[in-house]
């Protein structure tokens, strides 16, 4: 990259605000200082001299950033430039014109994501870049920060002057409405090649402006997400896992702190869900009102039955009186932070983002002063406890100094409380499991207490063992209970691992057993299998015109209709979209499988009562026949498939077979 030198002087609304020369293109390649170069510094450092006077608000230089045409990805934080809009009240053409593009400042350094904490301003950033002749035109510009209230991109429309494209997300806004489908905030940017442009940002939120920013080509953002992705679907599958397990537990022992345990769990994976993105992409996209706050109110809950497992599995109600209080307080403020973003006053959000964040390092500390006092007071599980709280609180402070402000932005900063929160959620699953074991041990020690008193307690041990016989049965029918659930579900996976979740028909696994099956027994039989391939006609256009939910609903009626033509013994089965695949046994004669497909072809046509009014689609069918067409499930399969694209061809709404009937 090479230095510039900001000219000062007066451009129209069309070209970049940022007028830069290139002192590389004055001075040629050479660094000798010869003459000319040292009259042309002396000018550019008394051009630059009243906007280094004006104080920190001038620019003095700064580099544009290149994109070349190899270039797969370009991290902006150490080239955007800011300005803050105290009054939030200025547009793009009131921020790109002269008098505000000298005002603009560096917003990054090097190694460090931009990052202003809490503020109630808008922040405008600037992106100067150089784009290459031969670099590409699109681009996805990342913000990888999904939490932001509300992120607009202005990208310069190069046939209108003083124009430009906005295109806006953010998580106040429904999933569907972003410009782009990712879990974090995405825009795609067309720049023109060969020329300098500014791309301009406006943002504003009430947690904490994290603003990483990063141009993508799209296939490389899209090899980046396997990689963010698998690491993700890691965390939150152990979460899942834990969380699973410890339940189990509660309704296995009855113990209150296995269910705070769990509660805990749950609390932290909205938190990080929402922090993470994946919250207002997956669980709730058109809930922007519960997305907005999932995140504050998350981390607050997670606090809260953080609080009350770390005071059930240290007992300080029975054991540490003093600290049972300050936990119990603490519990209380992480309470009142929950509530506060549910609040009607405009600033709820942000105090309650503040109030958790700062709460949470309290608590924090005071758990791992607890876990120490405890620790040494011989507590079963304390040393598990200790360090799960000491890693959770590293992750939280470094969280914290990081949404404040206070340390630089980068991935580990980011992602400091995930990563503690993963090891502490692991450590503390321990830490119940250590207690368990300490219990066991004590009930042993009991035991051998009460054996050796037995002849002076006899009837006391009666009782004893009738209780003791009672609670296992007990337990033991929780357990088969559980066991119960366990093959319930295990036989709800299976069948949903084949079949179609929406329509209920076999999906591909399924289809390929059937076929397979039905030709063994055809070859033993000495008998014909027809397999038909019907493909929707029109159905893209209710889909598109109506919406996925009146698209499903068709699918559903068009599936009970494909079942109705057909014996029990056949199979109907869904490839995906609006593919069908229907499998005849024991044909003995073809001509049965060709009034089937007409069937299918006038049943199908008729018009469906859907929520919104009555429609109607059309099925082209094709049929090939084991043995005469193919032997074999994939070839069979084939020659269906094209006969069905030679009836679309011949004009749809009819079937065609293969060798004809």
């Avoid at 947690?207 to 953002?221: E, F, K, M, R, Y």
């Avoid at 339940?247 to 922090?275: C, D, H, K």
Wanted: charged residues 15%.
């Amino acid at each position: 990259m090479h230095a510039f030198c900001y000219d000062g002087s007066v451009r129209s609304k069309s070209s970049p605000r940022f007028s830069l020369s290139a002192q590389t293109n004055s001075f040629g390649p050479q660094r000798v200082l010869t003459p000319a170069r040292l009259l042309a510094m002396v000018l550019c450092w008394l051009s630059l001299a009243p906007a280094l006077a004006a104080g920190p608000a001038a620019l003095g230089t700064h580099d544009w950033a290149d994109l070349g045409a190899a270039q797969q990805s370009l991290s902006a934080s150490e080239s955007l430039l800011y300005y803050e809009d105290a009054g939030n009240t200025l547009t793009v053409n009131d921020v790109s014109d002269e008098a505000h593009a000298q005002q603009f400042r560096p917003a990054g350094t090097f190694g460090s994501e931009v990052n202003f904490g809490y503020s109630r301003s808008t922040y405008w950033l600037a992106l100067p870049l150089r784009v290459a002749a031969d670099a590409p035109a699109r681009w996805l510009l990342e913000i990888g920060f999904p939490s932001l209230d509300s992120v607009e991109a202005y990208v310069a429309d190069p046939s209108k002057a003083g124009e430009y494209t906005r295109l806006a997300a953010g998580d106040l806004q429904p999933f569907a409405e972003r410009p782009f489908a990712h879990r974090n905030l995405v825009f795609p940017v067309t720049l023109a090649a060969g020329a300098e442009q500014i791309l301009y940002l406006k943002v504003r939120s009430a947690g904490t402006l994290t603003i990483p920013v990063t141009l993508w080509q799209p296939d490389a953002l899209h090899h980046h997400d396997q990689a963010s992705y698998a690491l993700f679907s890691l965390y939150y599958g152990m979460l899942l896992a834990l969380l699973l397990y410890n339940l189990l537990l509660f309704l296995s022992v009855r113990e209150p702190v296995f269910i705070a345990y769990v509660a805990f769990v749950a609390s932290m994976a909205v938190g990080q869900a929402s922090l993470n993105g994946f919250g207002n992409q997956f669980l709730w996209p058109a809930s922007p009102a519960w997305g907005n706050i999932a995140l504050p109110l998350g981390n607050a809950a997670a606090g809260f039955f953080g609080a009350l497992f770390t005071r059930l599995f240290l007992g300080t109600r029975r054991h540490f009186p003093k600290l049972d209080r300050l936990i119990l307080a603490m519990a209380g403020l992480f309470a009142l932070a929950a509530l506060t973003p549910l609040m009607p006053f405009a600033a709820s959000y942000q105090a309650a983002a503040v109030f958790t964040t700062l709460t949470g390092l309290a608590f924090s500390g005071v758990a791992v002063g607890g876990g120490v006092y405890c620790f040494v007071k011989g507590h079963p599980g304390a040393r598990y406890f200790l360090i799960a709280w000491t890693l959770l609180l590293i992750g939280v402070a470094i969280l914290s100094l990081r949404n404040l402000g206070w340390v630089p932005t980068n991935d580990f900063t980011t992602h400091a409380m995930q990563i503690g929160s993963a090891l502490e959620v692991l450590l503390l699953s321990f830490a119940l499991a250590d207690r368990i074991n300490s219990m066991r041990r004590e009930q042993e020690r009991l035991a051998a207490e009460t054996l050796a008193a037995r002849e002076q307690l006899v009837a006391t041990l009666q009782r004893s063992e009738q209780e003791l016989e009672s609670r296992v049965t007990e337990r033991t029918r929780a357990l088969e209970t559980a066991n119960v659930a366990l093959r319930k579900k295990e036989e709800e996976l299976e069948y949903l691992a084949r079949h179609d979740p929406l329509t209920g028909l076999a999906n591909r696994v399924m289809l390929g057993d059937r076929i397979a099956s039905a030709i063994a027994r055809a070859r033993r039989s000495k008998r014909a299998v027809g397999v038909l391939v019907a493909d929707l006609d029109g159905f893209k256009a209710i889909n598109d015109a109506h919406g996925h939910v009146i698209g499903d609903q068709m699918l559903k009626a068009v599936s009970a209709r494909l079942k109705a033509c057909v014996r029990e013994t056949d199979t109907v089965a869904r490839l995906g979209g609006d593919e069908f695949v229907l499998v005849l046994e024991e044909l003995q004669d073809l001509g049965d499988a060709a009034r089937i497909a007409g069937k299918l072809v006038e049943t199908t046509s008729w018009p469906v009562n859907l929520t919104h009014g009555s429609l109607q689609v059309s099925v082209s069918v094709g049929l090939a026949f084991f043995p005469r067409d193919a032997t074999e499930p994939n070839a069979l399969l084939k020659h269906a498939d094209n006969s069905m694209y030679i009836a679309k061809s011949a004009g749809r709404n009819r079937w065609h077979a293969a060798s004809g009937i």
